[in-house]
Structure formats: C-alpha cells, structure tokens
C-alpha cells in the first residue's frame, strides 16, 4: 500500500504516519515527489485497513499497489531514479557508457582497455575479476588480482569500475575495490547474494536472468530495494530463444516495458544480447533510440586472444564508432 500525503503536508505529520507504519509491524520508504511525500508501507499488508490510515491528518489517500513489486515501481514513485557511480549519474538526461574487456586477463590488457575506452568516451570501466563460466575448465578470473588491476586502472584514468560479485562472501572484499557490482544473468535469482548486496551501499548492476520474465527482474530488484539499498541499475542482456544465429534475443521491448513500470534506470547489453561483434553496435543503438539510459559493451585490445568473450568483443576504434553513434541518437532523441 501507499499513502499520498496532501501537498503541503507537515514534517510531523510526516512523522505521524511513518510511526504508525512501524508500530503496525511494517517498514516505511518514504518518496519525496516534487509536490508531495508518497509513503510506502512495505510487508504483506493485506490484513490491514486502509482507511485507518486515510483519516491521518496531513493523508491525502492511500492506493492498493497491486503489482507484486512495491519499491522499485512506479506507482511508488513516478519520476526516474538517478544512480550516481562516483561522479557518474544513470537515469538522467544523459546516457552512460560502461565499457571493457569481459574478464580481467593481465595488468597490460586492462590498462589498455581501459585508457582506449576513456579515450573513447566511455563513463565507467567494466571487467569480471570473478568469472561465471558454464565450464569449470575454463577462465575462472583472477580473483583479488583482477581488483587490484581494475583499482589501478581507476586510478590512471579516473573511470569508475564495475566487476561482478557471484556469492555473499565475495561482498567484503570486492567492495574494497568496486564502485558498482555487478550481478550476473545467473545470478538474477540468488536471493541470499541480492539481500547481502541490499545491505551495501554501493551502486547494484542487476542483469537479467536469461530466462527470467521482466516481472521476475523486478522482483529481484526488489529485494535489493527492500534491503536498504535504492541504487539499483538494470540490465537487459538478451534471452534465450529458439534464434541461434544470434547468442541470445536481445529484448528491445524490456527497454520501454520497464520504463513504464519502474523508475530505476535501464541499461542494455548488446554485446551478450548478440554475442557476435559485427551486430553490437546496431543493437545498442535501438537500446538508445528505444529509451535505455545506457549501454555496457565488451572491448577488448586484441579479442583473438581474449580468455572470455572475443567473439562479441568490440576492437578499440569499432567502440569509438560505437560511441560516436550513440551520441548521434541521443541527440535525436533529445539526450545527452
Ligand atoms: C558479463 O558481463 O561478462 C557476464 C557474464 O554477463 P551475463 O551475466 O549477462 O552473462
Ligand atoms: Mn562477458
């Protein structure tokens, strides 16, 4: 349930319903629209009557959120949610570009990439120092080394850096070097890993679960949210379908579908969307023309000889064409 405080509602009055929230056992998000404060009452709340409520001074009324998604929608809250990576804001009228190698391979490789994708344009450094791999023969990632590197790199170009946490325990130590973590496809549905990072404060990039429905993403970004933590980014990096041409489905509807039903930016992820480096950058630009508020992409220096993901790795100058041409349509279309 939510309850719309009247415009000009007071702070005690603020106060008022927020302490009979939690006296009735449930947990209060408060949202500060630019007229007026929207109290969500979080919990199962079907036992409760509303009207208790609606006679509270200051209480303009109360709606049933009927979606099973309570925080991150937008019935919550209707004006876009803007997350801040160090200096670098998603959700606004700009759009941000995180871009890097898929793993973490060497120092001399990651420095690279990461000077080529600044010098590109790039926002923020990506690179897994933990790596999902569905065989345990392959790249499994170079574990604190890779952050130290992905460390020095940020410190070289000033770029924020973004690598994946895969269980609970890895949250100590990745947050001594990450500026965002990243959550993988396959770990959409780790409930214990999204509540242990709704307990961080840093930033959360969640991607969708290759065979999860949007609802179901929503609902894992809702345990971050119901945590604590409201700095949720997320991802569409494509589904699996019958199509075999391509990796996976990149789904250009989840772009809109979720805009309308979250305020949390969404960014896309062609490059696993595709897995295939020649239809990246056209499937990125639909993600911007379609609304996303950003974009991740796979660079590699020399993606013949990448550990992970040559084959939808884009070479430097390709990803400064990229960049050059997700500017032209955030232009058209009005953004930065
Ligand atoms: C990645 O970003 O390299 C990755 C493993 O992505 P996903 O979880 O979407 O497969
Ligand atoms: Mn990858």
Redesign the pocket.
Known sequence: MIIIMRAGATQIQIDNVVKRIEKDGFVAHLSDGSERTIIGLIGDDRPIDRRTYEVMEGVEKSVQVLQPFKLVSRDLQDHDSIVKVRKVEFGGTGIGIIAGP??VEDRGQLLESAHVVKAAGAHAL?G?AF??RSSPYSFQGLGEEGLQILAEAREQTGLPIVT?IMTPEQLPLISEYADML?I????MQNYELLKTVGRSTLPVLL?RG?MATLEELLMSAEYILAEGNRNVIL?E??IRTFEKYTRNTTDINAVPVLKSLTHLPIIL?P??GVGKWNFVTPVALAGIAAGADGL?I?VHPNPEEAL??GGQSLLPERFADLVQKTRAIATTIGRE
């Open positions: 898929c793993s990506r897994g790596k999902p994946e990243q993988g496809a396959r770990n991607k290759m991802c990096r494509g992820d490059s696993h991740i796979e992970s993901d």
